[in-house]
């Protein structure tokens, strides 16, 4: 289909996905979560008519606005990278990806921008209640924005519900509903979400903490953090149960990815999740050294963890690249054999189409179908490929799932002395709770890679190559514009950043006068 | 229901729902046409931020719409979102670098420790008013003129030229539709202002601006548009869909399709006399007139762009490369889908009209200006 690979163009356009993303990452959780712990604040106001409570859902909705703006000015961003960067894939998959897109925008974006106007204008303009089932929508529209842009991200994911048509050289969506229910989706719609909760919380937690050492909002701070801290806890432990399901799809649906993040080279039964663990550099594929210099397992967990049974053979890297007749595993040079013969059967279907010759065209295309299943392994020339970069994923994730369960205990901790009113007592534990909040994005981040990073080297796994799905265009663009948007949005978070510390520092009292520089 | 429908019937369905948001678009930009006329409806602070939080709050409409327009490009015709975007890249990225711009300077403006200064913000807001606008419109003219690309037989697209989108500004009517559209979405921003703000003075000098802008925006336009009817334009054959340049293409759609050609009528007829009644007999109701006739045009010129066997995304570098409602739609599975979601769309009309009619019952004035407890830009 593509005759020239061009690296530099395939890395930096990798990299300006990634940069653009990773900065939207620093806003959208915040948008996902503090929205609901706005609503609830208000809804205590709206409740009770106590004025202290009105004025913490303003001071929350000040912020909220300072970050939600500039969300919205990467996401747009990323948005439009799909088609200015990666243009084959955009028409390659875009008959199923493009919909969700669409979908988020008439179903969520509008939700979103109608009512975030009622939320910051509407104060004394509409009623209380009105105004308060606005924030609710805004809530809403933003779970259902991330519902949308996750399913289709889940597709990459784990791709179904669709065809391969060789007329029009795409696939095609033939089951909207294996797509928008598919188990992978959910789960990663359920577990995406909470950690923007669990951010969203910390934030909250961080800012009122940092009151409470200062000796100011006492009220505001102390109220807030058992809202933010009880939000945190539950989305916390939630986000524990949906990591568990996240596993487990990925255990059946992209084992280099589960091998790699395990360091798992040699398949086992029975296998072992390893707690902790330092892997050996220089360990290659198949040299049967051993992959850690220490190791703390847990015996069996991987096995129950991925397939829900303590005996089950987990493949390792050396199974899923060298293969493994006894577990019934195609090595990867196999599937490279067998993708090649799917796209020379497409190549001589076209040319069978174009030549009018009917026969020659069907038995092309019953070729081509036997070997669809690998197709995207013909564009591989090295059968190593297969597997993501082991200790990124590796360490990436127990990043992730460390910081996860400190969270747990950091929320049960500030919940219970919040409630027993010796927050203020315990500096040591607010200092820690600022801390946090920086680690939420850490782990989060972290999370990202595992997933983005893991899959590699698939746009859609199995069935089209990163390397394949660019914007057939010269890399010096790509470099250009890489650039271009690492200042542009450096500058503006910097911007951002200073503009939310300042707010902050002047406090609600402030923040009611205008919290402007007039 | 929808399932039954062919797929060349939900293709121009689909053309027609984007050509609907589009042409909303095109009306919403009266927020970009407004931030090009801060400084000069606003003389001092009080004025500025006035103008500021009149067009302020509704630009996330205008960029939600944006945004639904590319989406919707996307779902119903991939191939143009793959070849466009991925061809004229630098338009297309210098036009992103604009709406980020924007997307945080109404926020940020005022804001304390906003680093940058409240100048620098509304030069940003200057910069998405005139350079986004304009590069719309120069890219939009480009489905009338053509691009250099030339389309695989798998589809995918390869752009001729380096300059990958630059190339666009070499060509005066792509640059006239550009022109036209910043004037005229500087028209609008006067008129939305003039009926939005309560304050004498900022519509005095609206006024003076919507016929100033008025004036250009038709020399732009009518320049533009009387070169398309007269040219040559890339019609495709029904059965063969064989691309062939006919003369008066877009002429000839005009003739042929009477529905389309009343609505330009009548949207021409709109804008001028919204213009009119507010430079004439001072009246602030313009937007009403000018808005949906602005509307109606722009509805009319998608209809003969991309119905009656036109090429929507013509390639000047090799024809049959070009692109149709036919060959760039997705499948007829996932036109039905989408046709199912766009049902949403009149919900969304009705709960937007709802709440910008209870927040907009206030007109902006010097107290609500003054009033601390309100979000202000």
New interface residues.
């Given amino acids: 289909?593509?005759e020239n690979i061009d690296l530099a163009l395939v890395n930096w356009s990798r990299g300006q996905f990634a940069l653009v993303a990773m900065y939207h990452w620093l806003f959208i959780p915040l948008t996902l979560g503090m929205t609901y712990i706005i609503a609830f604040t208000q809804t205590i106001y709206v409740r009770t008519g106590d004025k202290e409570w009105e004025r913490i859902a303003k001071f929350w909705?000040?912020l909220f606005?300072?970050n939600?703006?500039?969300g919205?000015?990467?996401?747009?961003?990323l948005?439009?990278e799909?088609?200015?960067?990666?243009?084959?894939y955009?028409?390659i998959s875009?008959?199923?990806?493009?919909?969700p897109?669409?979908?988020?925008?008439?179903?969520a974006?509008?939700?979103?921008?109608?009512?975030?106007?009622?939320m910051?204008?509407?104060?004394?303009?509409?009623s209380k209640k009105?105004h308060l089932v606005?924030v609710y929508l805004v809530a809403f529209g933003a779970s259902l924005s991330a519902l949308w842009i996750l399913v289709a991200n889940a597709w990459m994911n784990y791709p179904v519900g669709m065809v391969f048509?060789p007329d029009?050289?795409?696939h095609?969506?033939?089951d909207?509903w294996a797509i928008l229910f598919s188990p992978y989706a959910i789960n990663k719609f359920l577990h995406t979400i909470t950690s923007g909760f669990v951010i969203s919380s910390f934030f909250i937690v961080a800012v009122s903490g940092w009151y409470l050492l200062k000796g100011r909002n006492i009220l505001l701070a102390k109220r807030s953090i058992v809202i933010a801290a009880s939000f945190g806890l539950l989305s916390s432990l939630f986000l524990a149960t949906t990591g568990d399901g996240s596993a487990y799809w990925v255990a059946q649906k992209q084992p280099a990815k589960l091998a790699a993040m395990e360091g798992l080279y040699e398949g086992e039964e029975g296998a072992g999740l390893v707690a902790i663990g330092l892997l050996r550099p220089g360990k290659q594929i198949g040299d049967g050294e051993k992959a850690f210099i220490f190791k703390i397992e847990i015996p069996k967990l991987l096995s129950v963890l991925g397939y829900r049974n303590p005996n089950a053979f987990v493949p390792g890297v050396d199974d899923l690249v060298l293969g493994n007749a006894g577990q019934d595993i195609m090595s990867a040079e196999e599937k490279i054999t067998r993708g090649k013969v799917a796209l020379n059967a497409l190549a001589d279907y076209?040319e069978a189409v174009?030549l009018k010759d009917t026969a020659g065209a069907e038995a092309a295309h019953a070729r081509f179908e036997e070997n669809y299943f690998y197709m995207g392994y013909g564009h591989l020339f090295d059968p190593n490929g297969i597997i993501p970069n082991v200790p990124f994923i590796f360490y990436s994730f127990r990043i992730m799932v460390m910081l996860g369960f400190a969270f747990i205990a950091l929320f049960l901790l500030i919940l219970y002395l919040a409630v027993t009113d010796k927050l203020e007592e315990n500096r040591w534990l607010l200092r820690t709770s600022i801390l946090a909040f920086p680690l939420a994005f850490l782990a989060s981040m972290a999370g990202w890679i595992v997933a983005e990073v893991g899959r590699q080297p698939w746009t859609i796994q199995g069935l089209l190559p990163t390397m394949m799905s660019t914007?057939?265009?010269?890399a010096n663009?790509v470099i250009l514009?890489f650039w271009?948007?690492a200042a542009?949005?450096t500058?503006?978070v910097?911007?951002?950043f200073?503009?939310m510390?300042?707010?902050i520092k002047?406090g609600p009292d402030n923040a009611?006068?205008?919290?402007?520089?007039? | 229901m929808f399932e039954s429908l062919t797929h060349l019937q939900l293709q121009h369905y689909w053309w027609f729902i984007m050509s609907v948001v589009g042409s909303t678009l095109v009306f919403l930009l009266f927020v970009q046409g407004g931030q090009t006329l801060i400084g000069t409806l606003g003389k001092n602070e009080e004025e500025r931020t006035m103008v500021i939080n009149s067009i302020g709050r509704k630009w996330e409409f205008t960029f939600t719409t944006l945004v639904m327009f590319a989406a919707g490009m996307f779902a119903s015709f991939p191939l143009f979102y793959a070849t466009s975007f991925g061809g004229a890249y630098y338009a297309w990225k210098i036009f992103l670098v604009c709406f980020v711009l924007q997307a945080i300077s109404f926020e940020f403006r005022r804001k304390q420790g906003n680093m940058l200064g409240q100048k620098t913000y509304e030069a940003f807001l200057y910069i998405n008013g005139f350079l986004g606008v304009f590069l719309l419109g120069a890219v939009v003219a480009t489905f009338f003129t053509g691009s250099e690309f030339y389309r695989s037989e798998y589809n995918l697209s390869y752009w001729q030229t380096t300059l990958y989108g630059i190339e666009i500004l070499l060509n005066p009517l792509n640059l006239a539709l550009g022109f036209a559209l910043l004037f005229l979405a500087r028209t609008l921003g006067a008129l939305y202002i003039i009926n939005n703000v309560d304050k004498d003075v900022i519509q005095q000098r609206a006024r003076r601006q919507v016929g100033l802008n008025a004036v250009v925006f038709l020399v732009f336009f009518l320049y533009f548009v009387i070169r398309i009817l007269l040219k040559d334009g890339f019609a495709y054959h029904p059965e063969t869909l064989e691309v062939f340049m006919e003369p008066y293409k877009y002429l000839n759609n005009y003739l042929q399709m009477p529905v389309a050609l009343i609505l330009f009528l009548a949207g021409v007829v709109l804008v001028l006399y919204g213009v009119g009644i507010t430079w004439f007999k001072e009246s602030r109701k313009g937007i009403w007139f000018s808005g949906p006739g602005t509307f109606l045009t722009v509805l009319s010129l998608f209809f003969v762009l991309g119905f009656n066997n036109t090429c929507f995304y013509p390639s000047s570098y090799d024809l049959q490369s070009s692109l149709t409602i036919q060959n760039a739609s997705s499948s007829h599975y996932t036109l039905t889908a989408m046709t199912y979601i766009s049902l949403f769309v009149p919900v969304v009309a009705a709960y937007i009209f709802f709440t910008w009619r209870a927040i907009d019952k206030h007109k902006i004035n010097d107290e609500d200006m003054k009033s601390g407890d309100h979000h202000i830009y």
């Fill in positions: 289909m593509i909705a000040k606005g300072i939600f703006a500039i919205v000015g990467t996401g747009i961003i948005g439009l799909f088609g200015t960067n990666w243009a084959n955009s028409w875009g008959d199923i990806f493009g919909a897109l669409a979908a988020e925008g008439i179903m974006f509008f939700l979103e921008s109608t009512f975030i106007a009622v910051f204008f509407g104060w004394g303009k509409v009105f606005s048509n029009t050289a795409r095609e969506m033939v909207f076209k174009a914007s057939n265009i010269n663009a514009t271009m948007f542009l949005l500058v503006l910097l911007a951002e200073k503009i510390t300042t707010t002047r009611k006068k205008g919290g402007e520089n007039v």
